[in-house]
C-alpha cells in the first residue's frame, strides 16, 4: 500500500469551517465508520467513511490506492519522469491511462444552478495524481464540470468533461495546496448560471465565463490513485 495509515495522522484540523446561512451541511457525523457513505452516491471510486487519524470525527474517504489501473499508469508516469524531469505530471494528466475519476455525488442537492459550494478536504497522498476537489454540473450521461487543487504541481483547473471526453477551461498556477492538510475548496456559479470563480482557503484564484448555464449534481471528485479525506460538504444556493 503505498499510503500508510500513519499519514492519515499527520492531517491537522485547522481552523473551523464557516457556512453560510441557510446551506444545506453534511459533516457525516450521522454516517457510519467502515461503511459506503449514505449521504452520496459514488458511480466510479473506492469511497467509505473513516477518520483522519487524529480523532473519531468520521470524514468521506476516497482510497486510490485501490484503482487497478495504478500498474500501467505508473508505467507512464515513470517514462515521463525520465523524459520530463520535474514537469513530467503535466505531460500524463489528460493520457486515456489516467482517465480514471472517482466521483461521490450529494444525494441532498438533486439540481444545482448557482450558488456557492465548498468542500473541506485533506488530499493525503497519490503516486501518480494528487488531485480532488468539487464537481458540478454532472448530467444523466457523465457529463460534468469540476474545480479540482492538485498538491504537486499546486495549481488549480477547471475540468469540463462532454461526452467523456476532458477539456481544461482554466489552469491557475501557484496555488499553495500543501499534502496532508486541511483545505476549504469553493466553487460560485453566478450570473445565471455562466460565471465560475474558485477559491482555496477563502482567496480567489480562478474566474471563467461558460458557454451553458450549469444546471445538475454536485459532489466531490478525485483522480487516479489520489488518496483523500472529505470533512465536510456544503451547498448554499441562491435565492429564487
Do not use: C
Amino acid at each position: 500500500m503505498r499510503v500508510f495509515l500513519s499519514v492519515l495522522a499527520f492531517v491537522v484540523l485547522g481552523v473551523a469551517p464557516v457556512h453560510a446561512q441557510g446551506a444545506i451541511v453534511e459533516d457525516f457525523t450521522e454516517e457510519k465508520l467502515g461503511s459506503a457513505p449514505t449521504s452520496f452516491n459514488t458511480p466510479t471510486g473506492f469511497w467509505s467513511i473513516g477518520t483522519n487519524g487524529s480523532d473519531s470525527k468520521p470524514v468521506l474517504f476516497e482510497d486510490g490506492t485501490q484503482w487497478q489501473g495504478s500498474q500501467t499508469a505508473n508505467t507512464l508516469a515513470n517514462q515521463a519522469r525520465a523524459l520530463y524531469g520535474d514537469r513530467w505530471a503535466e505531460f500524463i494528466d489528460d493520457l486515456p491511462g489516467t482517465a480514471y475519476f472517482p466521483i461521490a455525488l450529494f444525494n441532498k442537492v438533486t439540481s444545482f444552478s448557482g450558488g456557492t459550494i465548498t468542500t473541506r478536504l485533506a488530499i493525503a497522498g497519490g503516486d501518480i495524481d494528487q488531485d480532488a476537489g468539487i464537481a458540478f454540473n454532472y448530467q444523466p450521461n457523465g457529463d460534468m464540470m469540476a474545480l479540482r487543487v492538485e498538491s504537486q504541481e499546486n495549481n488549480m483547473k477547471l475540468y469540463q468533461w462532454v461526452q467523456g471526453q476532458p477539456t481544461s477551461l482554466s489552469l491557475i498556477e501557484n496555488v499553495p495546496l500543501a499534502l496532508a492538510r486541511w483545505h476549504d475548496v469553493s466553487v460560485t456559479v453566478s450570473n445565471g448560471g455562466t460565471h465560475v470563480t474558485g477559491m482555496l482557503d477563502g482567496q480567489k484564484y480562478l474566474e471563467a465565463d461558460l458557454d451553458t448555464p450549469v444546471n445538475g449534481q454536485v459532489g466531490v471528485w478525485s483522480k487516479t490513485d489520489t488518496v483523500v479525506l472529505f470533512d465536510s460538504f456544503t451547498v448554499a444556493t441562491d435565492a429564487p
